[in-house]
């Protein structure tokens, strides 16, 4: 928007807005500042882009109320009501805009219904596109307080967003008093281009909302092509990126179609006889479940049965080789090896202390020691 042609608008004369009314103009940033009519400037922004609009704070009412959170949410509906005893005109007559403040408050900006209507219809008269509308206060928000030397001699006094005044500059020195130390330090700028470098450099509110609201020009796309190159090569990126996760999830699933491939090759060779599914996990979980007694029937107790012979072994010398449970009759089937019998003895009583019931099945003496399979089965 710094680029954009500005009218400061500083006084009216009465509404409507006249075309012969004076206003001061800048073509663009760093273009000189004149003094023209409304009509004049309004052609000349026609020939330059989108047309930003400064009006004087003198021409409207700025002030903020507290609003209730259901309050806010009607906040269109109950704005007149509120602000009833703020403003001079009937609010039927007056158009408003708000915006969020601190905490509960919110901040009011209410004009003339016939100053929008009559600059949005001089702009487009003249072929222009008025983009923005806004309060000088607003844009000098940073800087107040503030003293705006305006033409025709007069002056505006600005202490803060809703304490100002205008007053001819020969009245200045009575009327400052007023505001107390409120202006002391104040920053002074001149109706020229330094004052509109400060409205370019900063905004204030928009004004131009509801049925106003602009819209989007379709010559807007010129003002885009500088930034063509950054949005092509960001628009590359974005597809090169999606083509690098296109192939990244192409290799999960061939990983993942040879890790359940290898997965059901091992539920296979643990359980000898049953096909692996493709849903494996269920598959597997339900299996797990019969053995640990989910399942009822004679095969119920495995994990029961498999306790006190891992706490056995975890104490014993014997090595166990080999582990088979067979669910039919309810037993574990352990091979193991020991240096001599007495070994196997000894691994045979420890497990019916612990509550099983164990018998040596057969033995092999060997060179290295004696190679046995036991059979546990649950009491009873």
């Excluded at 330090?185 to 109706?191: M, Q, S, V």
């Excluded at 640990?292 to 004679?298: D, E, K, L, T, V």
């Amino acid at each position: 928007m710094s680029q954009a042609p500005l009218i400061y608008l500083y006084d009216m004369g009465g509404l409507p807005l006249s075309g012969t009314g004076q206003v001061l103009f800048q073509a663009g940033e760093g273009a000189p500042v004149v003094s023209q009519s409304l009509d004049e400037a309004c052609a000349s922004a026609a020939e330059s882009g989108p047309l930003r609009v400064i009006l004087c704070a003198s021409l409207v009412r700025l002030t903020r109320v507290t609003l209730s959170r259901k309050q806010a949410r009607h906040l269109d509906r109950v704005m007149p009501f509120l602000l009833e005893e703020h403003l001079l005109d009937t609010p039927d007559q007056l158009f408003f805009s708000s915006r969020k403040g601190e905490g509960d408050e919110h901040l009011i900006t209410a004009l003339d219904q016939a100053l929008i209507s009559s600059l949005h219809d001089r702009v487009t008269q003249a072929g222009g596109h008025l983009q923005s509308v806004e309060v000088d206060v607003e844009c000098l928000a940073q800087m107040l307080p503030a003293v705006i030397g305006l033409p025709q001699g007069q002056c505006l006094l600005a202490a803060e967003r809703d304490a100002y005044l205008v007053v001819d500059e020969s009245a200045r020195d009575e009327v400052e008093p007023l505001f107390g130390e409120a202006l002391n330090g104040a920053t002074e700028l001149a109706a020229d281009g330094s004052l509109f470098d400060v409205f370019r450099h900063h905004s204030g509110q928009q004004l131009l909302t509801g049925v106003y609201t602009p819209r989007k020009q379709g010559g807007a796309s010129g003002a885009l092509a500088e930034w063509r190159p950054l949005m092509i090569l960001a628009a590359s990126i974005l597809l090169l990126a999606i083509i690098g996760l296109r192939v990244q999830a192409w290799r999960y699933e061939q990983a993942a179609d040879e890790a359940l491939a290898s997965a059901k090759s091992q539920y296979e060779q643990l359980f000898p006889g049953e096909k692996a599914t493709s849903a494996l996990v269920r598959q597997f979980q339900s299996r797990l479940s019969r053995l640990s007694g989910g399942g009822g029937g004679g095969g119920s107790a495995f994990f029961p049965m498999l306790v006190p012979v891992a706490e056995v072994l975890k104490k014993s010398e014997v090595e166990p080789k080999r582990l088979q449970y067979d669910q039919r009759q309810n037993s574990l089937l352990l091979d193991v090896g020991a240096k001599d019998y007495a070994q196997l003895e000894a691994l045979q009583t420890a497990l019916r202390e612990q509550g099983a019931k164990a018998s040596i099945a057969n033995y092999r003496n060997g060179a290295q020691g004696v190679n046995a399979r036991i059979k546990v089965e649950q009491p009873g």
